[in-house]
């Protein structure tokens, strides 16, 4: 895994074309999104805890899925994500997200 510490207690997980963050606590490690589809191979072998999704575009939840099936890790998304992260499922605009929040 490519990892580099940002800070204690911090990591940057390189997944090819973007980053996830690792986050060490006393209760396991958490996973602050997935990378793309096929990067999940990135966290495989830690003992990750968590993975929050920050929104449902496929840099951040492509791998999800995958993810969970191996580590059995609970997931913290927003509802309206919880298709896309489940399948991998296709690109949500953040536009959307938005005048969710606002109704």
Known sequence: MAMKRAMKGLYSVAME??????????????LVDAGFSRKEAAVFGTLLKH?????????HIGSAAAIVRETGAQT???????????NGGLFRALSLFFEYLLQ
């Open 17 to 30: 074309t973007g980053n996830a963050y690792l986050i060490e606590a006393e209760d396991g490690l958490t």
């Open 51 to 59: 993975l929050i999704l920050t929104h449902g575009h496929p840099d």
């Open 76 to 86: 913290y998304r927003h509802p309206i994500d919880i298709p896309l992260a489940e």
